[in-house]
């Protein structure tokens, strides 16, 4: 009898251990199913849709992406004020601050597409940003199609940026 409970703990352990090396499996194959943001960004004003605010005089980005963590290093001017902030946040949809607290993201996936809600203030008034970032098949281009909501009206925009 002794012989057939250990024959069954034994049998046991070795299926509970190919389920958890499936699981793992699993999870690595959906974090590779996901885009890699990483590289150094500058945006194509020509290619992009700013709206009636105009092309910024600078916007760049580098991003880090080592699934589920993206640092991003965002820069970014228009009309003379510059707005720098620094992040590392998971995909996970939890809320996340920039290292100098300024701006409060939240990033999770939706497809192929990674979605930012950022929280701020730029020139004094408030501003919610709602991202959806897609990357070309190639790898070269990252399309930030984006929602700017601000105490005077929203605005839609479309950010293409080039790797550099």
Do not use: Y
């Not at 046991?12 to 499936?22: E, N, Y």
């Amino acid at each position: 009898m002794r012989s057939i409970q250990r024959r069954s703990r034994g049998g046991m352990v070795a299926v509970l251990t190919l389920a958890g090396a499936v699981l793992a499996a699993a999870a690595a194959t959906q974090a590779a199913d996901h885009p890699n943001f990483s590289g150094n960004w500058q945006v194509d004003t020509k290619a992009s849709d700013f709206g009636p605010m105009g092309p910024p005089e600078r916007a760049v980005m580098n991003v880090t992406h080592k699934e589920p963590e993206v640092t991003i290093h965002s820069e970014f001017s228009l009309g003379g004020t510059s707005v720098t902030w620094d992040a590392t946040c998971k995909t996970d949809g939890k809320e996340c601050k920039s290292t100098n607290g300024n701006v409060t993201l939240s990033l999770q996936w939706q497809g192929d597409n990674l979605i930012i809600d950022r929280a701020s203030s730029f020139g004094g008034m408030s501003l919610k940003i709602k991202e959806t970032w897609s990357l070309s098949s190639d790898g070269k281009t990252l399309t930030s199609s984006r929602t700017l909501a601000t105490d005077q009206g929203n605005l839609d925009q479309k950010f293409v940026f080039t790797k550099l």
